[in-house]
């Protein structure tokens, strides 16, 4: 069973920066793959951004539309993940929820593309950017 718990949400001003943080009750490298995710109000959740955890190499993907202006990093403490939003966006707006899949085989299934089965999740930190 893995709980994770995140925060670090808030209201900005277009431009402005933020950090997520998702605490993990188990260490990163046994929940191996972290995902952040966002869904605003009367959208479709949609993947942000991955980080693979699970062996020696760390991996990172991002979405498209956030590529460039958020970095995923997990802490040295391996019990967080972290997502720095840098450049927000009104469209960055929505609930933000981190979530885990222990059951990735690899580096490569542990990607915003791959999807993956992410079992447990977290309660969702509010983000708001205003104009």
């Known amino acids: 069973q893995v709980q994770l718990a995140e925060s670090g949400g808030g209201s900005v001003q277009a431009g402005g920066s933020l950090r997520l943080s998702c605490a993990t009750s188990?260490?990163?490298?046994?929940?191996?793959?972290i995902g952040w995710f966002r869904q605003a109000p009367g959208k479709e959740r949609e993947a942000v951004a991955t980080?693979?955890?699970?062996?020696?190499?760390?991996?990172?993907s991002y979405a498209d539309s956030v590529r460039g202006r958020f970095t995923i990093s997990q802490a040295n403490t391996g019990r967080t993940v972290y997502l720095q939003m840098n450049g927000l966006k009104p469209e960055d707006t929505a609930m933000y929820y981190c979530?885990?899949?222990?059951?990735?085989?690899?580096?490569?299934?542990?990607?915003?593309?791959?999807?993956?089965?992410?079992?447990?999740w977290g309660q969702g930190t509010q983000v708001t950017v205003s104009s």
């Open positions: 980080i693979y955890t699970g062996g020696m190499l760390i991996g990172t």
């Open positions: 188990t260490s990163t490298y046994n929940t191996k793959c």
């Open positions: 979530a885990a899949d222990p059951t990735v085989a690899s580096r490569s299934d542990c990607s915003v593309a791959a999807g993956g089965s992410f079992g447990y």
